[in-house]
Structure formats: C-alpha cells, structure tokens
C-alpha cells in the first residue's frame, strides 16, 4: 500500500483541491550527539537526518491533531543547540506550514 503525501516543502504545491484551514507553527529537535570541537564543521550534518526525522513525525501528529490533511512548510529556521554542560550539540527547528483540509466530497 502506498503512502499519500502529507508533507510539501517549500516549491512543492499541495492538492489543488484541499483548502486552507490555517497557518501554523511547530519546533522540532533532532538527537543529541557529542559535542566534538575537532570534528564540528560536520555536526550539522550529522544531526540534520535526526531533525528530519523528528519533523516528520511532530508535523504528522500536528497534521491529525488539528483534522488535516496536508501541510506546506513555508519556513524554516534552524539553529543549533549546544549544551555545554553535558558535551551535547542538536539542531532545533521552527517551521512555519499552512495546514490543509482534504476537499468534502
């Protein structure tokens, strides 16, 4: 069985047909890692598949929480975090989506 699309990035237009139910925000983590200063211009790599991964399962909860369909991610803004305390480095992201409603038949 093959998945429907749920998630649209930037250039990528959602179903015509859906409607706009609203604009949106949600955050995101990825995992933390080590922080490792002899290796640090790779760290963003590194977590970037972990944020991935965490959006898309934050963005699916938000999506059928709020009765939607699809959403279609406008912006983003990432950062790193890093926890000095612990030798930690992630990346947080804030996505800003319009949510969309599947078409009532």
Not at 9 to 37: C, M, R
């Amino acid at each position: 069985m093959k998945s429907e699309k749920r998630i649209y990035w930037h250039s990528d237009l959602p179903p015509l047909e859906d409607k706009i139910a609203g604009k949106y925000q949600v955050t995101a983590e990825s995992d933390p890692i080590p922080l490792d200063y002899r290796h640090k211009d790779e760290l963003r790599g590194r977590s970037e598949p972990s944020l991935a991964l965490r959006l898309e399962d934050r963005l699916g909860q938000e999506i059928d929480r709020l009765g939607g369909h699809c959403a279609h991610i406008l912006e983003e803004h990432i950062t790193p975090v890093i926890d000095y305390h612990n030798n930690q480095y992630r990346l947080r992201g804030t996505y800003t989506y319009v949510l969309f409603l599947a078409p009532a038949n």
